[in-house]
C-alpha cells in the first residue's frame, strides 16, 4: 500500500509569514493526526480528525494555526502569522482507527516523512 | 503535553550487544505502542502490546508492560548498526469513540560497529 504522504519536504519562512502543509493518508485510514516535533522531543498532537470532523485539537494554537480535511481524505495545515518558534518537524499520520458497531480496535499510527519548517 | 518519560535519554552500545529502553507514564492506557525514527524521517511502528498483556515478542524485540508500575520496556537483542535511531514510546487510550495516542520524550540509540 501507498504510504502517507506530505508536501513540502522543506520549507524555511520568515516571521509573521504564512506557511501550509499538505498530506494525503493512506488510503481507507479514518483517522488523521498532526504531530509538532520539536529537535530532541517527541511528536506533540495538534489536531486529530475522525473521518472530516475533529475529534481532538485542545493543543492546537488556535490563534495562528488551523486545519482542515476534505471530504475526509486530505488535510492541509496552516500557521499565520508563524513565529519564531514554530520550527519544527511537522509530521501526519494516519491509522484505521476504531472499529465499527460498538467494538474497538486498536490499530497502529503510519507517518510521513514530514515537513521541516524553519522560522527566521 | 508528554504522557511518557523514556529513559535513559541516549544510549550507546556496541554492535551485538543487548538496548533496554524503559518508558513510564501517568494515566490509564488500552495498550501501549513502540515506534523508531531514524533521523529525518517519520516514526515506524514496532510493536503493539495490550492492556491486559505482559510480554509480547517480534522478531528481535521484546516488549514487556507493567500497568500496576505503569511502566514498560523494549529490549532489542543483537543490536545491529542499522538499529541506531531514536525510540519512542506511545500510550493509547480509547475515549469516546476515537484513539488518544501520546509520544514520550524518547530514547535515542548509537549501535557502534
Known amino acids: 500500500e501507498a504510504g502517507v504522504a506530505q508536501s513540502p519536504r522543506y520549507k524555511i519562512i520568515e516571521k509573521r509569514q504564512s506557511v501550509a502543509f499538505w498530506c494525503n493518508p493512506i488510503?481507507?485510514?479514518?483517522?488523521l493526526y498532526w504531530y509538532q516535533q520539536i529537535l530532541g522531543q517527541g511528536p506533540k498532537l495538534l489536531i486529530q480528525f475522525q473521518n472530516n470532523g475533529v475529534v481532538d485539537d485542545s493543543q492546537l494554537p488556535k490563534d495562528r494555526f488551523s486545519a482542515e480535511r476534505l471530504k475526509g481524505v486530505d488535510s492541509t495545515l496552516k500557521i499565520q502569522p508563524a513565529k519564531l518558534e514554530d520550527s519544527a518537524v511537522y509530521l501526519c499520520?494516519?491509522?484505521?482507527?476504531?472499529?465499527?458497531?460498538?467494538?474497538?480496535?486498536?490499530?497502529?499510527?503510519?507517518f510521513g516523512n514530514g515537513t521541516r519548517l524553519t522560522v527566521t | 503535553s508528554q504522557q511518557g518519560e523514556e529513559d535513559p535519554q541516549a544510549l550507546s552500545i556496541q554492535e551485538g550487544e543487548n538496548a533496554t529502553m524503559n518508558c513510564s507514564y501517568k494515566t490509564s492506557i488500552n495498550n501501549l505502542q513502540w515506534y523508531r525514527q531514524n533521523s529525518g524521517r517519520g516514526l515506524v511502528h514496532l510493536i503493539l502490546?495490550?492492556?491486559?498483556?505482559r510480554e509480547k515478542h517480534s522478531g528481535r524485540l521484546r516488549v514487556t508492560l507493567d500497568t500496576s508500575k505503569k511502566s514498560s520496556s523494549l529490549l532489542i537483542t543483537a543490536s545491529r548498526a542499522a538499529d541506531t535511531a531514536s525510540y519512542f514510546c506511545?500510550?493509547?487510550?480509547?475515549?469516546?469513540?476515537?484513539?488518544?495516542?501520546?509520544f514520550g520524550t524518547g530514547t535515542k540509540l548509537q549501535v557502534i560497529p
Open positions: 502490546i495490550r492492556s491486559n498483556e
Open positions: 488510503s481507507g485510514h479514518a483517522t
Open positions: 499520520a494516519s491509522s484505521l482507527g476504531l472499529g465499527q458497531g460498538g467494538s474497538s480496535y486498536n490499530s497502529p499510527l503510519h
Open positions: 506511545a500510550t493509547v487510550l480509547n475515549s469516546g469513540g476515537y484513539q488518544k495516542v501520546t
